[in-house]
């Protein structure tokens, strides 16, 4: 039996830095790398992965979809808007391989994903999944009413059976200010099943001091198992009846961090798909980031991609 995914958010153009002078161009967008993965991880873990977001008409939109149906990824749930385009992002890494990011968004296409009859399209097709995936990205480009019609539509395909998973990904400059951030953040994880933090912007946004700070307050909020990355380091997982750290292999001299995370997310929600324990799939989470680190920009060449039996071990 298949499984259908969804996954909610944004994908930019990324302007990715050779020399002070000369960029690659790529797609990336954090729910559309962790759609790529889960795609290419999907014949191996029964998964059917679908992108939804919106698009301009102009050729760069093209070339995303396309690059989208390339992957296995459906697009049916993609909204064409004329004359707009797709949102611009530039990366700069240093010397260990940690990236700084630089936006040019506020126009972008996929802030308007909701609206109109396509809007309500998708929304409509929401409780027609079996798991949706979605981040604090994702609700940082809406603005309120829209933003709202999408959590009482992941609530509803929530009540219909779907499972929901939710990565925080705090952005400070997404967000008018940190106190919205939190109540958004706190509504969103009120209805996660699965959350997947990064410790270091739970640290900036809530304060928490540790890992276990971060995992406690999300179990405290309803959610049944969250998992919190914490960079090189070992990542926490806690469920209703366990509190453990998966261990990953350490990797020396990463070479674009971009992307780590999303790629931690699909390995482990596609293990967790296919029936793998917290525990396995966490592993899976680190086999798969670790290889992503060795290469630049945020989706690897499916040449560089390991196997889904390396993957899932």
Same mark, same amino acid.
């Given at each position: 039996?298949?499984?259908?995914?969804?996954?909610?958010?944004?994908?930019?153009?990324?302007?990715?830095?050779?020399?002070?002078?000369?960029?690659?161009?790529? /797609?990336?967008?954090? !729910?559309?790398?962790?759609?790529?993965?889960?795609?290419?991880?999907?014949?191996?873990? +029964?998964?059917?992965?679908?992108?939804?977001?919106?698009?301009?008409?102009?050729?760069?939109?093209?070339?995303?979809?396309?690059? &989208?149906?390339?992957?296995?990824?459906?697009?049916?749930?993609?909204?064409?808007?004329? =004359?707009?385009?797709?949102?611009?992002?530039?990366?700069?890494?240093?010397?260990?391989?940690?990236?700084?990011?630089?936006? &040019?968004?506020?126009?972008?296409?996929?802030?308007?994903?909701?609206?109109? #009859? %396509? +809007?309500?399209? $998708?929304?409509?097709?929401?409780?027609?999944?079996?798991?949706?995936? /979605?981040?604090? $990205?994702?609700?940082?480009?809406?603005?309120?009413?829209?933003? %709202?019609?999408?959590?009482?539509?992941?609530?509803?395909?929530?009540?219909?059976? @779907?499972?929901? @998973?939710?990565?925080?990904?705090?952005?400070?400059? =997404? &967000? *008018?200010?940190?106190?919205?951030?939190?109540?958004?953040?706190?509504?969103?994880?009120?209805?996660?099943?699965?959350?997947?933090?990064?410790?270091?912007?739970?640290? @900036?946004?809530?304060?928490?001091?540790?890992?276990?700070?971060?995992?406690?307050?999300?179990?405290?909020?309803?959610?049944?198992?969250?998992?919190?990355?914490?960079?090189?380091?070992?990542?926490?997982?806690?469920?209703?009846?366990?509190?453990?750290?998966?261990?990953?292999?350490?990797?020396?001299?990463? $070479?674009? !961090?971009?992307?780590?995370?999303?790629?931690?997310?699909?390995?482990?929600?596609?293990?967790?798909?296919?029936?793998?324990?917290?525990?396995?799939? @966490? #592993?899976?989470?680190?086999?798969?980031?670790?290889?992503? $680190?060795?290469? *630049?920009?945020?989706?690897?060449?499916?040449?560089?991609?390991?196997?889904?039996?390396?993957?899932?071990?």
């Amino acid at each position: 039996m298949t499984v259908r995914v969804a996954s909610i958010g944004e994908c930019m153009m990324e302007l990715r830095h050779r020399s002070p002078t000369d960029l690659d161009l790529a /797609f990336g967008g954090d !729910t559309l790398n962790t759609a790529a993965y889960l795609a290419r991880l999907g014949s191996a873990a +029964g998964l059917s992965v679908d992108y939804v977001t919106a698009l301009g008409d102009d050729p760069y939109s093209d070339a995303m979809l396309a690059m &989208w149906q390339g992957e296995g990824i459906g697009t049916a749930l993609v909204q064409r808007l004329p =004359g707009r385009v797709p949102g611009l992002y530039a990366i700069r890494t240093d010397a260990k391989g940690e990236r700084s990011f630089y936006y &040019w968004r506020s126009a972008a296409a996929a802030r308007d994903m909701l609206d109109g #009859a %396509h +809007g309500k399209k $998708i929304l409509d097709a929401l409780p027609g999944y079996d798991w949706i995936y /979605f981040s604090g $990205i994702t609700l940082s480009i809406l603005t309120e009413k829209p933003r %709202h019609a999408l959590l009482d539509g992941l609530a509803a395909a929530k009540s219909g059976g @779907a499972k929901l @998973a939710f990565d925080p990904n705090f952005r400070p400059r =997404g &967000w *008018p200010d940190r106190a919205e951030a939190k109540r958004v953040f706190t509504e969103a994880l009120k209805l996660a099943d699965v959350a997947l933090p990064s410790f270091a912007d739970e640290k @900036a946004l809530f304060g928490d001091p540790d890992r276990e700070a971060t995992a406690l307050r999300l179990r405290d909020l309803g959610v049944h198992e969250v998992v919190v990355k914490d960079a090189e380091n070992p990542c926490l997982v806690v469920t209703p009846t366990d509190e453990f750290e998966v261990i990953g292999r350490p990797v020396e001299t990463p $070479i674009d !961090t971009t992307g780590a995370g999303d790629s931690f997310n699909a390995a482990y929600l596609a293990a967790r798909i296919k029936g793998a324990s917290p525990a396995e799939a @966490a #592993a899976a989470g680190h086999v798969l980031a670790e290889e992503v $680190i060795l290469h *630049p920009g945020a989706v690897i060449p499916k040449a560089a991609m390991p196997s889904a039996e390396t993957v899932f071990g």
